[in-house]
């Protein structure tokens, strides 16, 4: 699977399965050196597995309401071929990437329930944004965006 060279999103986040409405399974390929923002999951409960390459999961607290410096890291780990990792807003925020330069990796995510907003946080500021989802593709089909590219890949 390629991260579709030449795209201008950092990764490509593809739908398989959307659940009825309860979960969405998503296919997530992450160029060489490509990650995510840091971000939250609007109270949805993230499982991920890697299907191919090393993905670095660095994870984060919530920035104080008032805070308006370098955002805390909590802890940091590579996540390898087959192994699964799980998040959810009360254990906090995180950021995956793919620390390789020369490989592409790929990943395999459920959300439930399914979100189409979440907020990125600025890691110098801890300021949130609130971004809308999109996907690159759905059951296979290639996706136009809106805006032409998509807002955030999470």
């Not at 940091?76 to 192994?83: D, G, K, T």
């Amino acid at each position: 699977m390629s991260s579709s060279p030449g795209e201008t999103c950092r990764y490509t986040r593809n739908l398989v399965d959307s659940g009825n409405g309860k979960f969405n399974l998503m296919i997530l390929c992450w160029g060489e050196g490509h990650g995510s923002s840091i971000h939250d999951h609007t109270d949805s409960h993230c499982f991920m597995k890697i299907l191919q390459g090393n993905l670095k999961e660095t994870l984060f607290e919530w920035p104080e309401k008032k805070m308006n410096g370098e955002m805390t890291k909590k802890s940091e780990r590579v996540l390898r071929e087959n192994q699964c990792a799980y998040i959810n807003d009360s254990i906090g925020l995180h950021r995956v990437e793919n620390i390789s330069h020369t490989e592409t990796a790929v990943s395999l995510h459920l959300y439930s329930p399914p979100f189409d907003t979440c907020n990125t946080f600025d890691q110098r500021t801890g300021h949130k944004h609130k971004v809308t989802m999109t996907f690159y593709s759905q059951f296979g089909e290639r996706t136009v965006c809106a805006t032409g590219t998509p807002q955030e890949n999470n």
